[in-house]
């Protein structure tokens, strides 16, 4: 065959080519050319990374950028800078720098190496990420910044590379695409509400793992949803307002977790299908109601994690779907309605599982033997539910990795098991509020216990010493029991106890000397209601970690030791109700987180130390507020020691509370209750300062006018003279100011009427003098808060001038009374003795005759609206008269009533209501009324009702529904009204078929705003006494038959309280929906609360919408929350009713309104306009049609500035 060069190479050829290869693969040292380039990009770099510093970084509060020096020869040793092995910056790490400014991608990207950039906890808020086109990004993490509105992802795109992108924790609300090829997506915690922008990342075919959890998506979700992203395995839609159906069809196959709680989904669907990859799901939180479990969940082979608490399932436990979860480790299903017993079959999953958590369910019976086989099993959490029997010996003894066991408030009785000793690895035991009796087991100290709680049981006996031996407590908790005796040294020595709580007990002894004389980490020590004595021991000055001390109500003497000022942490002292005898050490003044002191009825002497106000401005939350508490609130005036008491509530049953003697030791009290007790942020003041019943002298400093936040001020029953001080008036938060029985004098200073919070204010029996300041609230308060100060006067006394008067013709009268007036009284008695004799058969036949009338009468009362009467031991109720304010029904009886109503029939109830149920009455002459019967209350009160009526009775303005007249019969009290003929704002606004079958235009809307606030306005500024509503509402707010609105129920909430103060606060202080924040953290109604509400109507009215609706907020939110939110996001719109936008040619009117509501809304009541400075507003809206708004209001007079 003839050569060819295509068949062959040369030898040559072949030779040149081997020879270039090795010069390919074979590296060879750098040249002076390559030393140069690699120079030239990191000189480059430098140069970047400066201009970054100086032209885009605004503030570096840290220098974490000090060391960027132009001068250094590389930048690859500058902090937060990580070079590559060529001497390019591959990194940036800028975490938790603090920096603010100007994201410059364009700067940053150009970068020819980089490859991560973590700029997270840093405060940049504005951003240029028009990248470079050399972008070399893989990770981009800019999470816990300031970035906020539209985030542009597509100028992303470039970065081709680009992987990971983490936003969370910013202010982002939208962004549009195309979106870069990512494969892992973090936007949690913002503020994305365009579900838009989730369909459109779940379009991406490379995405694997996406976290929008915490945003404000909504609406329902859709079926085909999650399953167009098929390489997704994690997707986290937690924390947001996806609401209806979940979809049946959710999956695809690929995914391994998926996390939809904190949500409002209300229905199961589920079909699962595949499911095998599934590793974990959550449903918590949401409020899915449904009686059928989901049975696709028994395809989830693999499932390792299932959590549906939080929900409203109501079954019983599906033993049969769950045994297929052959890898289940942590089953929730906690804070539902599960009822029945636990199926035994269960225990077949314990060889798997970790975590079991049934609490807070229905369920009963015991704990199935067949749980023996939880050999795995750590944490088992069985509380609030009606579990008995003696499975703790049976079962759970066996269960030997037992980490955790919560059985709280349950029915378990008998005595506490010994043999739980035997679980090694128990750290957490809790059996309180369940029915335990006998002593506490002295042996009961399993070797790594840190947490023992058996409070609220009916343990007996003493505190075991061999508690003691137990070196890892941390927390033990026996109050609520009948334990005696003293508390061994040994337990008070534990070198790790953290907290100790033992109140409500029987215990005797001291507080010995030596506690944490070696530093201790003591953080809690609640004694109180106890019988301990001696003093208070000087070593607990070194209790340095010290958070909440409460000695309250035992019998300690002595005085209050210095030492205390030592703890730092200090935020709670109560040590009131004992014999403390001396001064009170002004070093407490040096606790800079105290906020609640309590030095009540003690012996304590001296002056009031003006450094307790030292720490005002200063004071900051301590982790006290984690703690869940309850305050008996006294309410009883003089008749109780004491503005209340502080407990801690955590694992007692409120029904024990209630019966504790505590509460009863006053005759009017309320419980409050909640988790934190904290108002502040920062630089806060004392909350709460009780000196009360003790032998106090000297006068009040004056720099306790500087703690802003002091919410009850008690000085009462003491020795303290000279004046009120005028700076007391700066005690903006104040709620209960009492100053009673003490020797002050000089006059009230007018600085309190601007106290816009105060609902409760004593300065009777003392030496005040001059008239009681009109402003404010001061005129709200009953006359007995200001009695016995001779020189006193003005309303609720007497007039100033008017009680001399009096007493001078009474003396008058007692000179001029003549010798001859025996003789009239005697002819008087003689008299009254002969129609006396003349009577007698009468009454006597009489008096048969209407007690067979009245029996039958009350048997015939009717029982319509769920009401009962209460009549039976009052005679003759038929001719009790109404007592009226009108001329035209001062001859109304009680008969009348009877029979305008039909005998209260169900067909006359036209409504009810926290304070009682309505009805229709026709009186003979056609006049048409409204009746309210009140609800029954447990204290007479008969004076306080009397002294109510006559006082509301006179209050008349044409936005007020007039009080016509009142009737007392027996325990039933009736208060008759003017009939309104359109009902409630409320079902005209929301139920549009009593609206004359239209809707509400906007003339109508804003008619009734303005008459509303009108009437309001009227009651806090204008009437006497000023009235604070506390509870105003659209369905307080009635319509005449010219659509004028009137406010009704002003003063309800006040009579009520005068009657029965054992009603609940919601009924006192409000509807839900209405209510301001600042009611569910302290102890008052204010004017300010009443301008919240009002402004939750007048949101009501522009938007259409009721206050709490869940199908529209979700259960987490209402429509104030809704509303701020679009607000903040510019989206005003949506927040306006759509027919009102049709309807008004000038939308800007509408804005203008709702500004005005806003305002109202303000979470800071201080900010908040007074309703005269509301009316003010509406009159500036409407200049030429507005005449005759504000009435005979005058601004300049009556506006009290509440800054």
Known sequence: MPWSPRREAPIVVRFVVIALFIMITVPTPPTAADAEAEAATTTSDAVLLIQFKHLHVSSDPYSFLSDWDPHAPSPCAWRGITCSSSGGVSAIDLSGAALSGTLHLPTLTSLSSLQNLILRGNSFSSFNLTVSPICTLETLDLSHNNFSGKFPFANLAPCIRLSYLNLSNNLITAGPGPWPELAQLDLSRNRVSDVDLLVSALGSSTLVFLNFSDNKLAGQLSETLVSKSLNLSTLDLSYNLFSGKVPPRLLNDAVQVLDFSFNNFSEFDFGFGSCENLVRLSFSHNAISSNEFPRGLGNCNNLEVLDLSHNELMMEIPSEILLNLKSLKSLFLAHNKFSGEIPSELGSLCKTLVELDLSENNLSGSLPLSFTQCSSLQSLNLARNYFSGNFLVSVVNKLRSLKYLNAAFNNITGPVPVSLVSLKELRVLDLSSNRFSGNVPSSLCPSGLENLILAGNYLSGTVPSQLGECRNLKTIDFSFNSLNGSIPWKVWALPNLTDLIMWANKLTGEIPEGICVKGGNLETLILNNNLISGSIPKSIANCTNMIWVSLASNRLTGEITAGIGNLNALAILQLGNNSLSGRIPPEIGECKRLIWLDLNSNNLTGDIPFQLADQAGLVIPGRVSGKQFAFVRNEGGTSCRGAGGLVEFEDIRTERLEGFPMVHSCPLTRIYSGWT???????????????????????????????????????????????????????????????SHNSLNGSIPGALEGLSFLSDLDVSNNNLTGSIPSGGQLTTFPAARYENNSGLCGVPLSACGASKNHSVAVGGWKKKQPAAAGVVIGLLCFLVFALGLVLALYRVRKTQRKEEMREKYIESLPTSGGSSWKLSSFPEPLSINVATFEKPLRKLTFAHLLEATNGFSAESLIGSGGFGEVYKAKLKDGCVVAIKKLIHVTGQGDRE????????????????????????????????????????????????????????????????????????????????????????????????????????????????????????????????????????????????????????????????????????????????????????????????????????????????????????????????????????????????????????????????DEA
């Open 945 to 1200: 009702f009397m002294a109510e009526m006559e006082t509301i009775g006179k209050i008349k303005h044409r936005n007020l529904v007039q009080l016509l007249g009142y009737c007392k019969v027996g325990e039933e009290r009736l208060l008759v009204y003017e009939y309104m003929r359109w009902g409630s704002l409320e079902a005209v606004l929301h139920e549009r078929a009593k609206g004359g079958g239209s809707k509400l235009d906007w003339a109508a809307r804003k008619k009734i705003a303005i008459g509303s606030a009108r009437g309001l306005a009227f009651l806090h500024h204008s009437c006497i006494p000023h009235i604070i509503h506390r509870d105003m509402k659209s369905s307080n707010i009635l319509l005449d038959e010219n659509f004028e609105a009137r406010v009704s129920d002003f003063g309800m909430a006040r009579l009520v309280n005068a009657l029965d103060t054992h009603l609940t606060v919601s009924t006192l202080a409000g509807t839900p929906g209405y209510v301001p924040p600042e009611y569910y953290q302290s102890f008052r109604c204010t004017a300010k609360g009443d301008v919240y509400s009002y402004g939750v109507i007048l949101l009501e009215l522009l938007s259409g919408k009721r206050p709490i609706d869940s199908s529209e907020f979700g259960d987490d939110s209402n429509l104030v929350g809704w509303s701020k939110m679009l607000y903040k996001e510019k989206r005003i719109n949506e927040i306006l009713d759509p027919d009102l936008i049709v309807q008004t040619s000038s939308e800007s009117e509408l804005l203008q309104y709702l500004r005005i509501a806003f305002e109202c809304l303000d979470e800071r009541p201080y900010r908040r306009p007074t309703m005269i400075q509301v009316m003010a507003m509406f009159k500036e809206l409407q200049v030429d049609t507005f005449n005759d708004m504000l009435d005979s209001f005058s601004l300049r007079d009556n506006v009290i």
């Open 677 to 739: 007790v904290y108002t502040f942020a920062s630089n806060g003041s004392m909350i709460y300062l009780d000196l009360s019943y003790n032998l106090l002298s000297g006068s009040i400093p004056e720099n306790l006018g500087e703690m802003a936040y002091l919410q009850v001020l008690n000085l009462g029953h003491n020795r303290l003279s000279g004046n009120i001080p005028d700076r007391l008036g700066g005690l903006k938060a104040i709620g209960v100011l009492d100053l």
